[in-house]
């Protein structure tokens, strides 16, 4: 359905884009993105360390399990969307908001992000510098 028709249905769209459902697709998406890490590291990586997920209701943290390093990445919710810390320790406040096409995006500033660029931005450095 083309969703510039007056059939769509955003009142619904909006409730799903509301912090605390976002916040729980964030949190399933960035599970996803942890265990397709951990597959993807060689025999000897998964020796050495492996990443890990804590939850604790409005906040969770992606980690390197290793005894020597001790980055991470926080993800929580805020009363209009997400903030994220990078482990390099920047922060990001995102609010949520239906973009054009009826999909929940995060929203930075003026610019617009899909969710996967949201967990990409938070996780990358954690991800591939380890």
């Given at each position: 359905m083309d969703r510039d028709m007056p059939a769509f249905?955003?009142?619904?769209?909006?409730?799903?884009?509301s912090p605390a459902k976002a916040f729980?697709?964030?949190?399933?998406?960035?599970?996803?993105?942890?265990?397709?890490r951990n597959k993807q590291m060689s025999e000897h990586g998964r020796m050495t360390h492996e990443f890990a997920m804590t939850s604790n209701g409005g906040k969770f943290t992606v980690f390197i399990d290793r005894s020597n390093d001790h980055r991470s990445a926080t993800?929580?919710?805020t009363e209009k969307g997400i903030k994220v810390v990078?482990?390099?320790?920047?922060?990001t406040d995102a609010s949520l908001t239906l973009n054009d096409k009826g999909r929940c995006?995060?929203?930075i500033g003026e610019k617009e992000y899909e969710f996967w660029r949201l967990r990409m931005m938070a996780l990358a450095d954690l991800f591939i510098l380890s």
């Open positions: 249905d955003w009142v619904t769209a909006l409730d799903k884009c729980e697709t964030l949190r399933l998406q960035v599970e996803a993105d942890v265990e397709i993800f929580s919710l990078d482990c390099n320790g920047k922060e995006v995060a929203k």
